[in-house]
């Protein structure tokens, strides 16, 4: 049946169903071949889901934003139209640890995927290790087509470690290429100003950020972790939790 499997696989009831109701012909086939594009969407969401190695899978439905009142509930709604991918803009979610700046940034990868546009996650740390072992193998130019290629990239958790010199120059290798090409959803707990040392460099880390800030989305996220305030709440805290040390101020773009 011109290989439309599940449309065979409900024929037979669908027959029966019909022998009782009796559409018209057009109904009936509409009918049945919506039940074959359902499960051949199911199927296409399911495997570009998976290639996009999400560590999670948690929408904007789950996020409460009255926890979060420093995030614009409205900014993240346009985000997840996506319409920052067409334009090849990033998005930057600052904030301290447990804020949702992961949550945030993967539900916008699982509303682009919904889309049908391509998303790759991968943790900062993984991304640069992954470039160095292949510059080692003298196959940096294949791998990074991993990194240059989804139509969207989500690096979380830059900031946790330092780079060397030659991870800082990987990753601007990265940046550059993917500058008005493809977007980057980025999340660091580190603020701009601290960037310099992230990258172990002030200079290269103000060429990375000229790139990809100069059409970008910033959420700065100043608030409270989630994840503490179910421990809060059994009195193991009584003080509220770290905040960002240092005011989040843009880079200087004078050096
Ligand atoms: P971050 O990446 O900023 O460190 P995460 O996104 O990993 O924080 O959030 C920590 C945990 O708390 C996750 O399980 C996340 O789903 C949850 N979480 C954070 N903020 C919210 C929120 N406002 N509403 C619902 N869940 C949240
Ligand atoms: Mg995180």
Redesign the pocket.
């Known amino acids: 049946m011109l290989g439309l499997a599940q449309a065979a696989a409900v024929l037979e009831s669908r027959l029966e169903s019909a022998a009782k109701h009796e559409p018209t012909y057009a109904d009936f086939l509409v009918d049945l071949l919506d039940a074959e594009l359902q499960v051949r969407r199911e199927r296409y969401l399911k495997t570009r889901l998976s290639l996009a190695h999400l560590p999670?899978q948690?929408t904007l439905r789950?996020?409460?934003?009255?926890?979060?009142p420093s995030?614009d509930e409205r900014q993240i709604r346009e985000l997840a139209t996506l319409a920052f991918v067409a334009e090849a803009a990033n998005v930057i979610?600052l904030?301290?640890?447990?804020?949702?700046?992961?949550?945030?940034?993967?539900a916008l990868a699982i509303e682009a995927i919904h889309q049908g546009i391509g998303a790759y996650f991968v943790s900062a740390r993984q991304l640069v290790e992954d470039l160095r072992r292949a510059h080692a193998e003298n196959r940096l130019e294949k791998r990074m087509r991993v990194y240059t290629s989804p139509k969207l990239l989500i690096i979380?958790?830059l900031g946790y470690l330092t780079l060397t010199p030659a991870e800082a120059s990987l990753f601007f290798q990265l940046v550059s290429y993917r500058y008005e090409r493809g977007s980057i959803i980025l999340?660091s707990?580190k603020s701009f100003a601290e960037w310099g040392e992230v990258f172990g460099d002030p200079v290269i880390a103000t060429a990375i950020l000229d790139r990809l800030l100069h059409h970008s989305h910033l959420v700065n996220?100043r608030g409270e972790?989630?994840?503490l305030?179910e421990k809060r709440r059994a009195g193991l805290y009584a003080s509220p939790p770290t905040q960002l040390e240092r005011p989040l101020s843009p880079p200087d773009r004078r050096r």
């Open positions: 999670f948690k789950d996020f409460d934003f009255s926890f979060q995030i979610f904030g301290p640890p447990g804020v949702g700046k992961s949550h945030l940034a993967v979380d958790e999340t707990n996220i972790s989630y994840r305030k």
